[in-house]
């Protein structure tokens, strides 16, 4: 029913920028939250940043201030906008669909139901 793909990923120097997309299909895009997360090698899947139905933010401490997530309704699309970028970003990103509609964004993995492939993020210092 739902579907989500992403793209983005690649290979970048300490200091550097990139731009996650993540199209989705399937489902009355505006009324659900989104969410982006990442997993490193060895490491949980972690939160990294959550958008509301309404647009409203939220970003775990570690990329706060350098990440910036949005969404474009009319193209059923979430971005992660990604500045100053260190080894420690580097990690598979992968974005989610919540659960309920209306929500707000949520840290939890268990609150999203649909994931997106996963792209590769890679760092280099």
């Known amino acids: 029913q739902v579907q989500l793909v992403e793209s983005g990923g690649g290979l970048v120097q300490t200091g550097g920028s990139l731009r996650l997309s993540c199209a989705a299909s399937?489902?009355?895009?505006?009324?659900?939250?989104m969410g982006w997360f990442r997993q490193a090698p060895g490491k949980e899947r972690e939160f990294v940043a959550g958008?509301?139905?309404?647009?409203?933010?939220r970003y775990a401490d570690s990329v706060q201030g350098r990440f910036t997530i949005s969404r474009d309704n009319d193209k059923n699309t979430v971005y992660l906008q990604m500045n100053s970028l260190k080894p420690d970003d580097t990690a598979v990103y992968y974005c989610?669909?919540?659960?309920?509609?209306?929500?707000?964004?949520?840290?939890?993995?268990?609150?999203?139901?649909?994931w997106g492939q996963g792209t590769q993020v890679t760092v280099s210092s």
């Open positions: 399937g489902r009355t895009f505006s009324r659900y939250a």
């Open positions: 958008i509301s139905w309404s647009g409203g933010t």
């Open positions: 989610a669909i919540e659960k309920d509609s209306y929500g707000l964004g949520s840290s939890q993995k268990k609150n999203y139901n649909y």
